[in-house]
């Protein structure tokens, strides 16, 4: 169990940009999920992956936000046309399936929008 | 919709104090129940869960019980430590969706 692993750490980038994000889940996890977290704020949830397919999305993932999972594997998240209020700590988490298995963290892209 | 509110923070304690954190939540059927912790420039990690009333969750000194008649999962330990500063997070996961819904967090100082 190598942990959920998240790149880049940091992304600093300026407004109008696009950019993106990769999250390699636990090897033996089938779903996976993307979250967004504000300063002082709890994650809210974005979107949701069993496999290769996207489930659920949250109406905070606007057309310019996209996610996908090729293979059901790793993932990516891109942000098109940057905004100042995409500024957030991006977490993924990845879990088994069935009944109540725990969603596991990685430590999260933190975006600033210059 | 489903929602989480927790006490708000910072929350200050000396070492060896006995701490609560509250946690009461909102939610449409039988939600499962969880409590997370983010230590200083680390990722969230799963403190421990409750899945069903009456439910007690427990892990390194920590306890909850889900008690569904006042829609509360208080986090307690007996005797807190230094090491125990961080980020507490409350969680629920209710219905067939298997998002997490967010406390805003509550964030601990122990002072030695």
């Known amino acids: 169990d190598t942990g959920v692993s998240q790149n880049p750490r940091h992304k600093i980038t300026k407004r109008g940009q696009n950019v993106t994000f990769r999250c390699d889940p636990i090897?033996?996890?089938?779903?996976l999920y993307w979250y967004r977290q504000t300063l002082g704020q709890g994650p809210e949830f974005l979107t949701y992956f069993q496999n290769e397919a996207q489930l659920e999305k949250s109406r905070l993932l606007s057309d310019r936000f996209s996610a996908e999972r090729p293979k059901g594997s790793f993932s990516t998240l891109e942000i098109q046309r940057t905004e100042q209020g995409d500024s957030a700590m991006y977490l993924c988490a990845s879990s088994r399936t069935g009944g109540e298995q725990p969603q596991h963290f990685g430590d999260g892209t933190r975006l600033s929008i210059l | 919709g489903d929602s989480v509110t927790q006490m708000e923070g910072p929350v200050t304690l000396s070492e060896e104090a006995f701490l609560t954190i509250n946690c009461t939540y909102t939610?449409?059927?039988?939600?499962?129940l969880f409590w997370y912790v983010q230590y200083p420039g680390e990722g969230l990690q799963l403190l421990l869960k409750a899945t069903k009333a009456d439910d007690k969750g427990s892990n390194k000194g920590f306890e909850a019980t889900y008690r569904k008649e006042t829609t509360s999962f208080h986090l307690e330990k007996g005797s807190v430590q230094v090491s125990d500063s961080a980020v507490y997070f409350c969680?629920?996961?209710?219905?067939?969706?298997?998002?997490?819904?967010w406390g805003a967090g509550t964030k601990l100082i122990i002072k030695p």
């Open positions: 939610a449409t059927g039988y939600p499962s």
């Open positions: 090897s033996e996890h089938n779903r």
């Open positions: 969680a629920l996961r209710g219905g067939s969706n298997y998002q997490l819904i």
